[in-house]
């Protein structure tokens, strides 16, 4: 029987097999406990925003700038609309003449607060939306972050009361929001539990120095959105220096035909002229050749402005070819115009401008940049110094000016010019012209009295701290081309006429062949608000710019004045003080139109009709204080030792000095008034002296004519003379013991004849 039993297994029985295999409820633990470590790994990256990588970072803090700066854009908007509407609702009572009236000052009040608000739109629109910096960038990614957290901390307190609600309805029968509930949670499971690789894994095998991320499209959008966003400089880069080819050398421009070769053209040039130039980006074709933004790796952009001439040649580009414009934004970059034509050859002309369409407050295309961005201006309260050589295109610069100044319904136009033709195309549309020595300097002591005057009587018209022009007080707005050729005295009337008239919307448009005190007398460049340079020396940059403006990429001494059979450069300007616009070294080109155009539209505004001063001010003109330099000089004895080198005329006859057309019903008939001044001018030639008292003068008329004269008083008198277009006594300054007595002039008198 021994026999019959089998021998003992050398191995496991299977039973021992199956019973060490994990039971089905370990399986489902460990899956568990995997899932959770995905949902935690995957919600903890969630949280930390690990899914925001450098582009969408930028991206969300661009976001957030643009719609601030929407967000205040619209409020400015909402404030201008309703001041405007208070401006008509006013305007519409007082025209309407019935119901509550509002006065004068309250509703220039009202006009003067809409212009603020006006101006502050204006200006909230021309502010660029600068591109995102590291902190704002940094503070929206720990924004997400906050939102996030906030997210799960409030979702998970809302959770209770929805499972309560449930399972309360689920007990009564109605288990389909239970249902709900769980499906949605089972479904959000198998979502964030599912295996989740961490980004820096994903990313370990890309190549230690790729690309740099490409910057958001919103800034690579057209620059002329509302609000003036620029693009980012710098944010395409199509090569760096370390990715030149192995011994490479430079080529010309004409062998670049992708941004890729131009980047490499660049990089090459700059290495081999010793410019630290180490990386060229938003390369873009132009049709007058290439345009790109490079970046120094130290220094500034300075070196290659210094070496423009070296690398026009191994670029094998014409003289004045690279044109450098280093970026204030970015102190490191520059933009790189690479010029094989005329980069100004697509650049509209001029704009076609109705007679009074137009308010000097306005601002007015004048020119095209370089880039194909317009010049737009508005002299409004705006001191100029337009400066250009022999042939640099002043005369042309001037007259694009006044062909603005010429269609506004609000200025007044005045061309002064001691040597040339000045405003010549434009002269029907011009007020004044004034050629002679006696007729400028009798235009600008007229102005200047005028701007003390204006001075005075703002606060009465209530128009606040600044002269609000408007067709019944117009602005002036006063050119004075060949500067250095006023007389001396002429040149003084300027200079006080610089520093009173800004506020007076007396503005003075200075134009010189030179920008240095030997052109100008007084270094009154730097007091400019708005000055231009054109083809010029490089001292006159210095003297107009400051002394580091080359550095800096102002170049018009690099600019070629035109000859007899050649333009070149005539009309090209450097410029800075444009209100609205920041200071760059950009090349402008001004649109000069043809002479025939200019005359036409001239004909058209004359016809349309002139302005004249407004009637308070002439009124105010009465009672201002001359400066001493233009009153007469007296010896001991009260006789007049040196006469006064020019008189304060009257409106009309200042017209009549300069050849101008008098106000409508100004004409000195036959009668009373001309017969008054007419024999004013002839008893003080009797007397032999330029000035008399009103009283001194009514006695000496007296004699002279008793049947006149005999039986009229004082006040008669002045009534007749006011009615002739003699204005009231002025001052006369001192005669015998009296210091500052009032009457009337000989030449003011003799004027009106």
């Known amino acids: ?34 899932q959770k470590a995905n949902a935690r790994a995957r919600l903890g990256d969630w949280l930390a925003a690990g899914d925001l990588d450098a582009v969408a970072a930028i991206q969300l803090a661009t976001d957030k700038k643009l719609a601030k700066y929407d967000a205040q854009l619209a409020q400015q908007e909402r404030i201008t609309g309703e001041a405007i509407a208070r401006v008509k609702h006013a305007q519409s009572m007082q025209d309407a003449e019935v119901g509550t009236t509002i006065s004068e000052s309250a509703l220039a009040s009202l006009v003067g607060r809409a212009a603020q608000e006006e101006s502050k739109l204006a200006a909230l629109r021309a502010k660029p939306v600068m591109p995102p910096n590291d902190r704002e960038i940094n503070a929206a ?73 490409a910057l958001p499209a919103t800034f690579q959008a057209d620059p002329t959105r509302a609000g003036g966003a620029q693009p980012i400089v710098g944010g395409n880069v199509f090569m760096s220096v370390e990715q030149l080819p192995e011994g490479a050398k430079p080529f010309p421009l004409r062998n670049a035909r992708t ?6 053209c660049v990089l090459l040039a700059a290495r081999a002229e010793n410019v630290p130039i180490v990386e060229v980006s938003d390369v873009s074709r132009q049709p007058w050749g290439w345009q790109c933004t490079v970046r120094v790796s130290e220094g500034t952009p300075e070196a290659i402005i210094d070496k423009a001439g070296d690398l026009e040649t191994r670029f094998d580009l014409p003289t004045n070819g690279v044109r450098p414009q280093p970026i204030k934004a970015r102190r ?144 002036v707005t006063i050119f004075i081309d060949e500067f250095p050729k006023l007389s001396n005295l002429a040149k003084l009337l300027a200079f006080d006429l610089l520093l009173v008239g800004r506020k007076e919307l007396i503005e003075v448009e200075y134009a010189s062949q030179g920008g240095t005190s030997r052109y100008l007398g007084e270094n009154i460049a730097q007091m400019m608000a708005l000055k231009a340079v054109g083809p010029c020396k490089v001292g ?58 200019l005359r036409q539209l001239a004909q058209e505004r004359l016809e349309a009709g002139l302005l004249d001063p407004d009637q308070d001010s002439l ?31 009257t409106w009309e006859q200042l017209l009549r000095l300069c050849d101008a ?87 003011r008198l003799r004027h009106l004849l």
């Open 619 to 649: 009124d105010g003109m009465r009672n201002v204080d001359l400066p001493e330099y233009v009153e007469p000089e007296y010896d001991k004895d009260d006789n007049i030792k040196k006469p006064a080198p020019v008189s304060l005329l």
């Open 141 to 213: 990614r720990q924004g997400t972050k906050a939102q996030r957290a906030a997210i799960v901390a409030g979702s998970g307190l809302a959770s209770l009361p929805l499972a309560g609600a449930a399972i309360e309805q689920a007990a009564n029968g109605q288990p389909m929001i239970l249902a709900v509930v769980v499906a949605g949670a089972s479904w959000g499971w198998y979502m964030i539990s599912r295996p989740f690789v961490g980004r820096g894994d994903e990313q370990a095998g890309e190549a230690p120095f790729g690309p740099p991320p």
């Open 332 to 475: 490191a970059c520059a933009v790189m115009r690479l010029v094989e034509g005329n980069p100004f050859a697509t650049a509209p002309g001029l704009p076609y401008r109705a007679p009074k369409s137009l308010s000097i407050t306005d601002r007015f295309r004048i020119g095209t940049s370089v880039g194909g961005d317009p010049l737009e201006v508005s002299l409004a309260g705006v001191m100029g110094l337009w400066v250009a050589a022999s042939g640099g295109g002043k005369t042309g610069i001037l007259q694009a000016l006044a062909e603005g100044t010429t269609a506004c319904y609000d200025n007044i136009t005045i061309d002064c010019d001691p040597h040339g033709d000045g405003l010549e195309d434009l002269g029907d549309a011009v007020r004044i012209t004034a050629r002679t020595t006696e007729q400028i300097e009798a235009v600008l002591l007229f102005f200047l009295a005028m701007s003390k005057a204006r001075a005075r009587l703002r606060a009465k018209l209530g128009m606040g701290k600044k002269w609000r022009a408007s067709a019944t007080h117009p602005a």
């Open 259 to 264: 941004p890729q070769q131009l980047a490499e």
């Open 661 to 747: 057309e008098p106000p409508v019903g100004a004409e000195l008939a036959d009668g009373a008034e001309r017969a008054a001044v007419e024999d004013s001018v002839d008893v003080m030639v009797k007397a032999d002296v330029d000035r008399m008292k009103t009283e001194t003068l009514l006695a000496a008329l007296q004699e002279h004519d008793p049947d006149a004269y005999s039986e009229m008083t004082v006040e008669e008198f002045k009534a007749l003379m006011a009615k002739a277009g003699a204005g009231g006594p002025i001052s006369l300054g001192q005669i015998g013991e009296e210091k500052n007595p009032r009457g009337f002039k000989r030449d």
């Open 540 to 597: 006159d940059t210095r003297a107009v710019f400051g002394d580091g403006a080359v550095k800096e990429g102002y170049l018009p001494h690099k600019l070629s004045p035109a000859t007899d059979t050649d333009p070149k450069d005539a009309g090209h300007i450097f410029i800075q003080g444009v209100p609205g616009m920041a200071d760059e070294p950009i090349e402008y080109a001004i649109h000069e139109a043809p002479s025939a155009v």
């Open 1 to 34: 029987m021994a026999t019959d039993i089998p021998p003992r297994p050398d191995y496991k029985p299977d039973v021992a097999i199956e019973q060490d295999e994990p039971t089905r409820g370990d399986r489902m633990k460990a899956a568990f406990a995997a």
